[in-house]
């Protein structure tokens, strides 16, 4: 890489091009990359974490949220990965994984563009951090939910679980299970729009990645 500085900027050239990046904005991005590696570091030493299970019981046709954008949703399938995975970084490997244990996957598009999803799985879903399995084997685990940071605001995410709500009931499901971080409180506000009340919550400490600390307790209300 050639490169020279000039008027406070810095020139490199890269397969014949040339770009200029601001001091500022290289002193920000290597303060951004230290507290990356930062909370990498801390989260190695001392992480701990709540999960919240959550609940819904669908005893009559669900009422579908509108949504405030001309959308199309579908089933989509495994030939769907790489779409999926460039909407949320969901790993390829996992979205594989998935469609093998027959997850269904609820695609929503905005203009022909995958712009949010949903997931149901009708396996028991585990969570490796909290050593956890969530039991479905009175209905089905929902999730994860993904909506593309272009499109929040619009009513997606209730509109995809609506959707999925209303697809489940038809295959005669009468009750599903989500689960959410306890400090997502944006999730949690959707889950909550959608008739969702919280089931269980588990608390896991790991220090140098080794667990020390997990409860368990069953809880009624947000």
């Given at each position: 890489m050639d490169g020279n500085t000039k008027s406070g900027?810095?020139?490199y050239r890269k397969e014949n091009s040339f770009?200029?990046?601001?001091?500022?904005?290289?002193?920000?991005?290597?303060?951004?990359t230290m507290q990356k590696i930062c909370r990498h570091l801390a989260d190695f030493v001392y992480k701990n974490a709540s999960l919240l299970v959550v609940h819904r019981e669908l005893v009559s046709p669900p009422a579908l949220t509108e949504c405030n954008l001309e959308v199309e949703c579908q089933l989509i399938d495994v030939?769907?990965?790489?779409?999926i995975n460039r909407l949320?970084?969901?790993?390829?490997e996992r979205i594989e994984e998935f469609f093998r244990n027959g997850a269904k996957c609820l695609g929503v598009f905005y203009q022909?563009?995958?712009?949010?999803?949903?997931?149901?799985?009708?396996?028991?879903?585990?969570?490796?951090?909290f050593n956890y399995y969530i039991d479905v084997t009175d209905g089905v685990y929902i999730g994860p939910d993904f909506v593309s940071a272009d499109y929040r605001g619009n009513r997606i995410h209730g509109y995809?679980?609506?959707?999925?709500?209303?697809?489940?009931?038809?295959?005669?499901?009468?009750?599903v299970l989500g689960s959410v971080l306890h400090n997502n409180h944006a999730s949690?506000?959707?889950?909550?729009?959608?008739?969702?009340?919280?089931?269980?919550?588990?608390?896991?400490?790991?220090i140098l990645k080794k667990p020390v600390y997990k409860t368990i307790h069953m809880i009624e209300n947000w």
């Open positions: 900027y810095i020139s770009k200029l990046i601001s001091e500022a904005n290289l002193i920000r991005l290597q303060n951004l030939n769907y990965k790489k779409q949320s970084n969901l790993a390829v022909s563009e995958l712009i949010a999803y949903s997931w149901c799985h009708y396996i028991d879903h585990y969570f490796p951090f995809v679980l609506t959707r999925m709500f209303a697809m489940l009931y038809e295959d005669g499901y009468r009750y949690i506000k959707g889950l909550k729009s959608v008739g969702f009340t919280p089931k269980q919550r588990i608390k896991t400490v790991k």
